[in-house]
């Protein structure tokens, strides 16, 4: 027990961070043995070791970015001139700056949309974001697509960290 407690509560702090966890991991693995109710949870992020997962604060850093883009490439057309493209880079800051600074709102354009993934991600809530980020038209989900990859990554990680802590208690 008390080397099972060590294992886990180093792979739970490894796993809080964005750094490759392959040791903790590895030595969570050892000290379980196989055959445990772990099993499934350290097969679930095992592909993850290697690299770490961005954190729930890190993504939300680059969400502002994605958000920009995707509300681009929803808005431009790819055969759009000049002016048409640079009025919708000055929409696409705009937004940015109401998301950030006015909230959340309602409505089911690009722009109320991303208020809510915002919103969702500043509770820490990635799942309920990324079922926002699926109502998006598909040229805005394919600009997001390494974020919503690692945001995936970040759930998976999350659920063992939380699967670990209630085994420790």
Not at 66 to 83: C, G, K
Not at 91 to 110: H, I, M, W
Request: net charge negative; aromatic share 4%; hydrophobic share 45%.
């Amino acid at each position: 027990l008390p080397a099972f407690l060590l294992a886990a509560g180093e792979l739970r702090r490894a796993l809080r961070e964005s750094r490759p966890f392959e040791t903790e991991l590895e030595v969570a693995i050892t000290v379980t043995g196989e055959g445990t109710e772990l099993d499934p949870h350290f097969a679930k992020i095992a592909g993850l070791a290697a690299a770490g997962v961005p954190t729930t604060r890190q993504l939300n850093r680059r969400f502002g970015e994605i958000a920009r883009r995707m509300f681009l490439a929803s808005q431009v057309a790819p055969d759009a001139n000049l002016t048409s493209r640079t009025l919708a880079r000055l929409s696409a800051v705009a937004v940015q700056v109401r998301v950030k600074f006015l909230g959340e709102r309602p409505g089911n354009d690009v722009a109320a949309v991303i208020s809510r993934i915002q919103a969702r991600i500043d509770g820490g809530d990635l799942g309920k974001a990324i079922v926002e980020l699926e109502t998006l038209p598909e040229v805005a989900q394919l600009t997001a697509a390494d974020w919503l990859a690692d945001a995936y990554d970040r759930i998976k990680v999350n659920e063992v960290h939380d699967a670990l802590e209630t085994l420790m208690m």
